[in-house]
C-alpha cells in the first residue's frame, strides 16, 4: 500500500497491510505491542525533533531505521529490529523499516483510502485504531508515535511498551 511518493511517483515508501509482532511475524495477538528500547538513551547519529511540526518533515524511515539497528542489537532496540525482521518476500527481507514520523503523518492523512486498500489485500480491518511507533526521535528518553485514526503525534517514553510496529519499505 503506497503511503508516499516523490519523484513523480518513481519513488516512495509502501505500507504493510498489518502491524508485525517483535519477530517480524503478522501480528495475530493484538495484545503484543513493543518497546522502542530498552532502556532508552540518545542515538547521536539520529535528529531530535522537539516539535511536532519538525517531526512531520522526517521521512528518512529507512535512513532511521539503519541508524537504531546499529546503535545496538534487538533486545535494546526491540521496535526498529521487528522490522527488519519481517519479510513477506525474500527480496525484502532485512529491507523493511520503522516508519519516520512525516510517512506517518502521511497515512493519517490519507486514512480512508489507506483503508480501502488494507481491506481489498486482507490486512488488519481495524488497523487505523492502533498507536504506531515512528523511526523519528523526540529526546533521549521519547521517540513520537501517531494514533493513525486521530491526528495525534506525540512524543512518547521509549520504553512505553503500549505501541504497536506498522513496517514500511522504500522503493
Known amino acids: 500500500i503506497v503511503v508516499h511518493?516523490?519523484?513523480?511517483?518513481?519513488?516512495?515508501?509502501?505500507?504493510?497491510?498489518?502491524?508485525?509482532d517483535e519477530n517480524g511475524g503478522r501480528l495475530s495477538d493484538n495484545s503484543i505491542r513493543m518497546k522502542w528500547a530498552v532502556p532508552y538513551g540518545d542515538i547521536t547519529t539520529l535528529t531530535n525533533y522537539a516539535s511536532q511540526s519538525a517531526a512531520t518533515t522526517d521521512r528518512d524511515s529507512c535512513g532511521n531505521t539503519a541508524k537504531i539497528t546499529a546503535k545496538d542489537s534487538a533486545d535494546k532496540y526491540p521496535a526498529a529490529w521487528a522490522t527488519r525482521k519481517y519479510a513477506p518476500t525474500s527480496a525484502t527481507s532485512g529491507k523493511w523499516?520503522?516508519?519516520?514520523?512525516?510517512?506517518?503523518?502521511?497515512?493519517?492523512?490519507?486514512?480512508?483510502?489507506?483503508?480501502?486498500?488494507?481491506?481489498?489485500?486482507?490486512g488488519a480491518s481495524?488497523?487505523?485504531?492502533?498507536?504506531?511507533?515512528?523511526?523519528?526521535?523526540?529526546?533521549?528518553?521519547?521517540?513520537?508515535?501517531?494514533?493513525?485514526a486521530g491526528s495525534s503525534l506525540i512524543p512518547g517514553g521509549k520504553s512505553n511498551p503500549n505501541y504497536y510496529v506498522l513496517p514500511v519499505l522504500e522503493f
Open 126 to 148: 481495524n488497523q487505523l485504531n492502533y498507536w504506531v511507533w515512528s523511526s523519528s526521535e523526540n529526546n533521549s528518553t521519547g521517540a513520537w508515535y501517531v494514533h493513525l
Open 5 to 20: 511518493i516523490t519523484d513523480g511517483g518513481q519513488h516512495g515508501q509502501i505500507m504493510a497491510p498489518w502491524p508485525i
Open 97 to 122: 523499516c520503522l516508519p519516520a514520523a512525516g510517512i506517518l503523518r502521511n497515512i493519517q492523512k490519507n486514512q480512508s483510502a489507506i483503508s480501502t486498500a488494507v481491506s481489498k489485500v486482507c
